[in-house]
């Protein structure tokens, strides 16, 4: 072979190679970086939804019955713990009220609050606690009713204040050391009672 038919097969060769090494750098740059970072996010995801602290959802539901008396409140309160650990909702007297609203000038005030947290039934063979423990991903409901005297506006509230481990290293880490800040669950609702 002449030299010129050499350098020609080696330039063939030289060019090949380097078209097959552009070739793997595109199909690393775009398809295994690409895996790479999905496969990050998911674990980035995986962390998020596993290191997820207690936390308990609240819902409401108020119905009207209308009785000889007047009107009772049906109150259904649903605790719902999005979390992976177990979390305790204390249930005090204040935990729940009602208030009746007044208007003046388009402003609002609130009449003396009832408050119905101790009205929970007790139970003959088995005690309710003055707390709720919920486990992870557990619903509990709660049902309270209440007599309204005259019609009107009325706020129901729940509010109530929530206990555990990961709660309270939350808090810790906030806040530090300390009762001065708890966590809360609660909702609020607004019931027009007429007769």
Not at 27 to 43: D, N
Not at 139 to 158: E, H, N, Q, T
């Amino acid at each position: 072979m002449k030299a010129i038919e050499k350098v020609t097969v080696v330039k063939e060769i030289f060019l090949m190679l380097a078209a097959i090494c552009v070739a793997a750098w595109a199909v690393y740059g775009t398809w295994i970086k690409r895996e790479e970072s999905i496969a990050e996010l998911q674990v980035v995801e995986l962390r998020q939804k596993t290191n997820l602290a207690s936390s308990a959802l609240t819902n409401i539901n108020v119905q009207q019955f209308m009785t000889e008396g007047g009107v009772v409140l049906a109150i259904g309160i649903t605790l719902e713990n999005i979390g992976n650990e177990g979390v305790r909702v204390l249930l005090d007297n204040n935990s729940i009220l009602v208030a009746k609203m007044d208007f003046k000038d388009g402003h609002v005030t609130y009449n003396e609050p009832v408050y119905l947290g101790h009205s929970r039934y007790q139970g003959k063979n088995k005690i309710a606690l003055p707390f709720i423990d919920i486990g992870p991903r557990e619903k509990y409901d709660i049902s309270y009713a209440y007599k309204v005297s005259k019609p009107g506006i009325y706020l129901v509230r729940f509010l109530s204040t929530m206990h555990s481990k990961s709660i309270d290293v939350k808090i810790a880490e906030n806040f530090g050391e300390g009762d001065f800040v708890k966590y809360s669950t609660g909702i609020e609702r607004i019931v027009n009672v007429q007769e």
